[in-house]
Nanobody
Framework: QVQVVESGGGLVQPGGSLRLSCATS????????TGWYRQAPGKQRELVAT???????NYADSVKGRFTISRDNAKNTVSLQMNSLKPEDTAVYYC?????????WGQGTQVTVSS
């Protein structure tokens, strides 16, 4: 069974940094587009960043210049480096892997930005 597992969330002060990681198994990772999405309380899930199998990236305007997505095809992982965090970045962050009509989600990791 396919597994998508996020880690690295937590509580951080405004202006701080966090690094999220996502490990996958039982998929041909190097053909999948992977990405991070987030959902704040009372809001819809939204795209944060995606990275294709060949490394093309796409970011939400709200995180451009602050967040960086990367992937390691040898380790089947995708990461999200988050800098200059703001309270409005507070949300549950979800990892996604999609290809060939399939879309797999992790269980989410909480990121809270608060003083």
């Amino acid at each position: 069974q396919v597994q998508v597992v996020e880690s690295g969330g937590g509580l951080v002060q405004p202006g701080g940094s966090l690094r999220l990681s996502c490990a996958t198994s039982r998929i041909t990772f190097n053909i999948y587009t992977t990405g991070w999405y987030r959902q704040a309380p009372g809001k819809q899930r939204e795209l944060v960043a995606t990275i294709t199998s060949i490394g093309n990236t796409n970011y939400a305007d709200s995180v451009k210049g602050r967040f960086t997505i990367s992937r390691d095809n040898a380790k089947n992982t995708v990461s999200l480096q988050m800098n200059s965090l703001k309270p409005e970045d507070t949300a549950v962050y979800y990892c996604n892997a999609r290809a060939l009509g399939n879309s797999f989600w992790g269980q989410g990791t909480q990121v809270t930005v608060s003083s």
